[in-house]
């Protein structure tokens, strides 16, 4: 993907796209700023059969468990609205034997995602795990889910974890330019490497701003233009969680999706309200405001709070001037290399 390609989609045409059945999907946020609304359009869609990573498994894993989208689960924490004698989707899942669930400690998840991150095949982990049944007890991954080998430096038995490497990752941050440079701050947990241990990056973003705001705060940005194959605004695009910046924790909402998830016949009619029943985060929103008031939406709304900016200035920006010349030392790029040949300053 180049930087220059205009990548900007609707959820709808992102998700055809992107996602297949059978994929391996990494809900990419961890607890806050969930990517609700892809999440909302992977199981509009129905997408089946998928191995689903998610860190913070919380009304994401949820639903998606509950639509029959999931054979097999990677995950670290699962909410499981209701408790293991309510209606949580994953519980009534797991004892029907329909889902698979492979659990790891939150440093062991990571570690899978950095490995991929960056080419790995596997990453050494804390031997402490084995003492526990996170160790012991194996699900669809079997002997892949941990293994020890031989240190070549001390001869010590080292223990491992292999390395992700997810079809697809869908994520939401604060913005993004056109061309797929993604933008976030706040608790950051596993986003980056999540996204970018993935072979495709689907990023839904608040709002979508002009290039120039990116390049004027790089480091903001986890999620370079060459790694995005589609940008989605989606305002109000992770509610009922927080995007820092933007609007807070709904905690009114959250209660109400809680309480009916404790049931299955409660989760079934509040995804029917909430997902069916609305095509588009844009009918969401409508439908979020008629039912709670407005009021309440600009209630939860961020207080404005920011950050002194960074200068990023330089005398110039390019070694040379408009005229082609080097600042320094006042010769062409032509006749630097001709410097170059003649004191035969090159190698190779």
Request: charged share 25%; glycine share 8%.
């Amino acid at each position: 993907m180049t930087n220059n390609h205009d990548k900007v989609m609707t959820a709808k045409e992102a998700v055809e796209q992107f996602v297949n059945d059978g994929d391996h999907l990494i809900i990419g946020n961890y607890t806050v700023c969930t990517c609700a609304e892809l999440v909302f359009e992977v199981i509009r869609q129905h997408k089946k059969h998928l191995t689903l990573y998610s860190q913070s498994g919380i009304f994401d894993v949820e639903i998606m468990v509950e639509a029959g989208l999931v054979d097999r689960l990677v995950t670290t924490y699962i909410l499981r609205s209701g408790g293991k004698a309510g209606g949580s989707a994953v519980e009534r899942a797991l004892k029907a034997k329909t889902l698979e669930l492979e659990d790891y400690t939150n440093f062991n998840y990571n570690a899978r995602l950095v490995a991929g991150m960056h080419g790995f095949t596997f990453m050494q982990v804390l031997e402490g795990v084995m003492e526990t049944d996170l160790y012991k007890k194996r699900g669809f991954m079997g002997e892949d889910k941990y293994r020890t080998i031989e240190c070549p430096y001390t001869g010590k038995e080292i223990l491992t974890v292999p390395s992700a490497n997810p079809d697809v990752c869908i994520v939401h941050v604060q913005r993004a330019d056109k061309f797929g440079n993604a933008q976030y701050w706040g608790a950051m947990g596993s986003v980056a490497a999540a996204a970018l241990s993935s072979k495709k990056i689907i990023v839904s973003c608040e709002e979508i701003v002009d290039h120039e705001v990116i390049k004027s705060s790089p480091h903001h940005t986890i999620i370079p233009a060459f790694r995005t194959h589609a940008v989605v605004e989606a305002p109000f695009g992770s509610h009922p969680s927080e995007v820092l910046g933007y609007y807070n924790l709904d905690r009114l909402a959250y209660g109400l999706f809680q309480s009916l998830a404790a049931t299955g016949d409660g989760l079934k009619a509040w995804m029917k309200e909430w997902i069916y029943g609305v095509k588009d985060r844009k009918e969401y929103t409508r439908h979020f405001i008629e039912t709670f008031g407005e009021n309440h939406f600009n209630k939860i709304k961020a207080q404005p709070y920011l950050s002194t900016p960074a200068d990023y200035g330089t005398a110039f920006t390019s070694s040379y001037d408009e005229n082609g010349r080097e600042q320094y030392m006042g010769i062409t790029e032509d006749e630097v290399e001709k410097i170059i040949e003649e004191r035969k300053l090159y190698h190779g």
